[in-house]
Nanobody
């Protein structure tokens, strides 16, 4: 059974930075697509960024320039560097993974999430 474990969340002041990690374990096959989603209270879960094992990535235009996704295939770990954080970035951040290369739902696995809180 594949497990995705997020870490790196916390409380930060506006303008600060955080680096999230998502470690994948237990897979017998290569996980070729991984993604970050977030869900704020009262809102739908939304895509933050997604990346393939080959390095192709996507992210919404609204987050470009502040958030950077990356992964270390050898470590089965994905990262999200978040800079210039804003209060509206406050949400639970989830890691998702799927075996093929599609950077979109449906995802095969989800992590439990890590809370990011940005104070003004």
């Amino acid at each position: 059974q594949v497990q995705l474990v997020e870490s790196g969340g916390g409380l930060v002041q506006a303008g600060g930075s955080l680096r999230l990690s998502c470690a994948a374990s237990g897979s017998r096959f290569a996980i070729n697509a991984m993604g970050w989603y977030r869900q704020a209270p009262g809102k739908q879960r939304e895509l933050v960024a997604a990346i393939s094992s080959g390095g192709n990535s996507i992210e919404p235009d609204s987050l470009k320039g502040r958030f950077t996704i990356s992964r270390d295939n050898a470590k089965n770990t994905m990262y999200l560097q978040m800079n210039n954080l804003k209060p509206e970035d406050t949400a639970v951040y989830y890691c998702a993974a799927r075996y093929d290369y599609q950077l979109r739902p449906p995802w095969d696995y989800w992590g439990r999430g890590t809370q990011v809180t940005v104070s003004s």
